[in-house]
């Protein structure tokens, strides 16, 4: 038996932030596939109780692109995660997918891949604060040196971090039993974790996926290209100043489209990093 940390909301005034990420959220709704190509970025940040910096770098061959999240813990106290603010009413989620990679050949390495975490208050509302979580080691067997599909459905089996005797570790419970044991649960987040409790290890995950109802939003972690040097004593293109006209004095006072969308998106960054932090509980190797 190990433990393992599982991240919690930051004791922010509860209703507030609730109220404000109710006017962030629907901005930045379930879309297609976004890049994401560094932490933070993308509507996602590392979790302010991490030990050590989850990265993007080279992936393992056979994954959805050249990159990937890259977990490495260097002992049981090592604590990893990447968080994305995600508000709404768990009756909602209709599934969630992420791909994973394990190293390794220890006894252990069921505890490896990084697990998919749903923060949310189960009774609504501010009220019981819990983590739902999704391991790949309660849906088949961990393969080491393979990326491995896995899926979030009704019938996939969970669990939470602080169970008052109903869906613990030990006795778990199916998404679907989760949802009508809390049908007022509101969402807070989703988080790909390595927990705390397991032994030095180096994993791998990507392709994450949300769906609620028929919408869904995919995020593909891919590092950003490196921009090229200019090579030494090569010939520049002179640059020409065309003068101006009286087209380019006009002046508007309002921000473009673009401008107003950066504003929402940095906002919700910031209210998903301080939203979300880990929290221990027991885990199983």
């Known amino acids: 038996m190990g433990r393992s940390s599982h991240p919690r909301a930051l004791a922010l005034s509860g209703a ?3 109220a404000s990420l109710a006017l962030i959220v629907p901005t930045i709704a379930l879309a297609a596939t976004t890049t994401v190509p560094a932490i933070p970025g993308g509507g996602w940040a590392q979790s302010p109780e991490n030990t050590a910096s989850v990265t993007i770098a080279a992936s393992p061959a056979g994954g959805t692109g050249t990159s990937a999240l890259k977990f490495v813990t260097t002992g049981t106290s090592s604590k990893l995660a990447v968080v994305h603010a995600l508000l709404g009413p768990l009756s909602d989620l209709s599934g969630a997918s992420w791909n994973t990679y394990a190293t390794g050949t220890s006894s252990s390495l069921n505890s490896k891949p990084p697990s998919l975490r749903f923060t949310m208050y189960r009774l609504g509302g501010t009220s019981e604060f819990t983590s739902m979580i999704v391991e790949r ?21 969970v669990w939470q971090s602080n169970g008052p005797g109903f869906c613990d570790q030990n006795t778990r419970c199916t998404l679907n039993e989760f949802k009508e044991q809390y049908p007022n649960a509101t969402l807070l987040g989703v988080q790909v974790a390595v927990g705390s409790g397991v032994p030095v290890l180096t994993s791998y995950a990507d392709n994450v996926s ?24 090569a010939t520049r293109t002179p640059h020409v100043t065309t003068p101006p006209t009286d087209a380019d ?5 309002t921000p473009s489209v673009d401008n107003r ?25």
Do not use: M
């Open 261 to 285: 969308i950066f504003l929402v998106l940095g906002v919700a960054s910031l209210v998903g990093l301080a939203l979300v932090r880990p929290r221990r509980s027991r885990r199983i190797r």
């Open 16 to 18: 507030a932030v609730i």
């Open 210 to 233: 949300v769906q609620f109802g028929e919408s869904s939003d995919t995020w593909n972690f891919e590092k950003a290209a490196a921009t090229p040097k200019p090579t030494v004593g």
């Open 137 to 157: 080691t309660y849906q088949g067997t961990v393969h080491a040196g393979a990326w491995e599909a896995n899926t979030l459905s009704g019938t996939t089996s």
């Open 249 to 253: 004095a006009r002046v508007t006072g």
